[in-house]
């Protein structure tokens, strides 16, 4: 199965189970960028429940412009926010510590646009789950897309995802388990049992 999907903001565990799963990866990189979706925004388990990150974007619904060539609005502090936000949240979680060096790059260099921050991303969760997959990008957007999978769905943030099996998270006991959130909550509460535990799902999507 070659899966088409969208390079998102710390992708949710949806999107990596078809990273995992796949014989190959193709990254959608052609579109006009939409708003309300998960391409810069994550979804981690807070204090208080679920959080939602946002990288802000310079972005208006008047000119559609490339996903490519959406900047960040780096006049905000949003990286030292998330920073803080996922300390807060999984300082506690088993892995924390060992996965958050390879994570602060990404909230300390200077990125201009969302597309390149998020294929770093990428890049980084692959590097440090040690995955052997190198992802194509595409060239030219198709609608129907020939001889892919086509996971694109998964960008939008009401797409249903049915059977994620739970596992332990850091709140849990107070707020029960929440699927579906950003791979960071897999990473950092499943270290590296997080390949297998994606490799063990058989998700429904619509």
């Known amino acids: 199965m070659n ?3 969208y390079p ?3 992708p949710n565990i949806a999107h990596f189970w078809t990273v ?7 990254l959608e990189v052609s579109d006009n960028y939409q708003k309300q979706s998960y391409r810069n925004r994550t979804e981690i388990y807070g204090a208080n429940g679920k959080l939602a990150l946002t990288v802000p974007v310079s972005y208006t619904q008047k000119n559609r412009q490339l996903y490519k060539d959406v900047k960040i609005a780096n006049d905000e502090q949003w990286q030292l926010l998330h920073l803080k936000s996922l300390q807060s949240a999984y300082s506690m979680s088993p892995f924390f510590e060992y996965y958050i060096d390879d994570l602060m790059p ?5 990125f201009k646009y969302i ?3 998020n294929l770093k991303c990428f890049e980084v969760l692959l590097n440090s789950l040690q995955l052997d997959i190198l992802p194509t990008k595409t060239t030219i957007f198709e609608k ?3 001889y892919k999978t086509d996971y694109r769905s998964l960008v939008k943030r009401n797409s249903d995802v049915k059977h994620i099996i739970p ?3 850091v709140f849990t006991e107070k707020h029960g388990f929440i699927a579906n959130l950003s791979i960071l909550d ?8 997080t390949a297998l535990y994606l490799k063990k799902l058989n998700l429904s999507i619509d």
């Open 144 to 146: 129907e897309p020939l």
């Open 167 to 169: 596992y332990t998270q």
């Open 20 to 26: 995992v799963n796949a014989d190959t990866i193709t």
């Open 3 to 5: 899966a088409l999907i």
């Open 115 to 117: 597309l390149d921050f």
């Open 106 to 110: 990404l909230f300390e260099a200077h």
């Open 186 to 193: 897999l990473v950092f509460n499943e270290g590296p049992n």
């Open 8 to 10: 998102t903001y710390f």
